[in-house]
């Protein structure tokens, strides 16, 4: 997500207002895989939930955020086993960082930071 965004200048293209992000198959799995992995889908599984897209989702949401962008979140399953509780992770990820915070491309796992 973070290669995305950067790729893009770190501009919002659409007039909408609206972000969409979708946290899916898990980055170097198959969907197959994914899906016989996190089946019956009733928890979290350990070592599917990538933490970088936990913190890739917070940071753009801020980042939407500080630009007016409204972000919307979509969550399969298949992302780590269960999508409410990824959907928990997330939102309390949000929460726990007061400030705003920027999507830099230079930081490999970012906290809280107040913009400059």
Do not use: W
Not at 12 to 22: E, T, V
Not at 31 to 46: M, N, R, V
Not at 69 to 92: C, D
């Amino acid at each position: 997500m973070r290669r995305q965004f950067n790729l893009s200048g770190k501009r919002f293209f659409n007039a909408s207002g609206d972000l969409i992000i979708r946290l899916m198959t898990p980055r170097g799995m198959r969907y197959e895989d994914a899906y016989g992995k996190a089946h019956p889908f009733d928890k979290l599984i350990d070592g599917m939930l990538q933490g970088s897209m936990v913190r890739d989702t917070v940071e753009l949401a801020r980042e939407a955020i500080d630009h007016g962008i409204r972000p919307n979140i979509i969550i399969n399953n298949r992302a780590g086993g269960n999508a409410p509780l990824i959907a928990q992770k997330v939102a309390r990820s949000f929460m726990q960082c007061p400030t705003p915070i920027s999507f830099h491309a230079d930081t490999r796992s970012p906290q809280c930071q107040a913009h400059s």
